[in-house]
């Protein structure tokens, strides 16, 4: 059971807006920077936002992240067909001292 | 550029234990700065962290909570590899298992392994 809590699906049609959320507690998004990554059956995750809200290079503009307190999220604006795909939020606990994913988000563009 | 190889079984029977390797290039294993983690993806638990192995003047090793009594992370510097062991394993840990270079995140990924625990 993952300690950091996303809902299990979102969907939008194309062009809208998605938001998921990541929770956790004072020991890991609390006190350290939440990472999100994009993963497709079969591939590496792809890694699409650093220390809560920085986009790596190549990393689309529609994409964008925030954090407060012990949750996070992640939003998608514009949606496109390319983004269905499950999305993770990932976080270092430091009272675990390991890392913690998120259950993962499937988006589903309708 | 910084490039993980994966190796190591597909399918491993129930009770005996997972072994993979992974082989860096582009880096050390040794780096005083990264960390070598293992991490697997199924569609029931999602990514889970299994746990790293990393070196600051001595060597470390971290693992998940509820791997702890099953695994062994270990590097190996005369091949520049790190390896995961997994032992009595159970259908439960059928998944496709990765390796990673952590620097604050995971930023390098290996091409992953589906291993399948069964008869």
């Known amino acids: 059971q993952s300690v950091l809590t996303q809902p299990p699906s979102a969907s939008g049609t194309p062009g809208q807006r998605v938001t998921i959320s990541c929770s956790g507690s004072t020991s890991n998004i609390g006190s350290n920077a939440v990472i999100w990554y994009q993963y497709l059956p079969g591939t590496a995750p792809k890694l699409l936002i650093s220390n809560n809200n920085e986009r790596p290079l190549g990393v689309p503009d529609r994409f964008s992240g925030s954090k407060s307190g012990t949750s996070a999220s992640l939003a998608i604006s514009g949606l496109q067909s390319e983004d269905e795909a499950d999305y993770f939020c990932a976080a270092w606990d430091g009272s675990l001292n390991g890392w913690l994913f998120g259950g993962g988000t499937k988006v589903t563009v309708l | 550029q910084v490039q993980l190889q994966q190796s190591g079984p597909g399918l491993v029977k129930p009770s005996q234990t997972l072994s993979l390797t992974c082989a860096i290039s582009?880096?050390?294993?040794?780096?005083?700065?990264?960390?070598w983690n293992w991490i697997r993806q199924s569609p029931s638990r999602g990514l889970e962290w299994l746990g790293r192995t990393y070196y600051r003047s001595k060597w470390y090793n971290d693992y998940a909570v509820s791997m702890k009594s099953r695994i062994v992370i270990n590097p190996d510097t005369s091949k520049n590899q790190f390896s995961l062991q997994l032992k009595s394993v159970t259908p439960e840990d059928t998944a496709v298992y990765y390796c990673a270079r952590s620097l604050g995140l995971f930023d390098h990924w290996g091409q992953g392994t589906l291993v399948t625990v069964s008869s």
């Open positions: 582009g880096d050390s294993v040794s780096s005083k700065s990264a960390a």
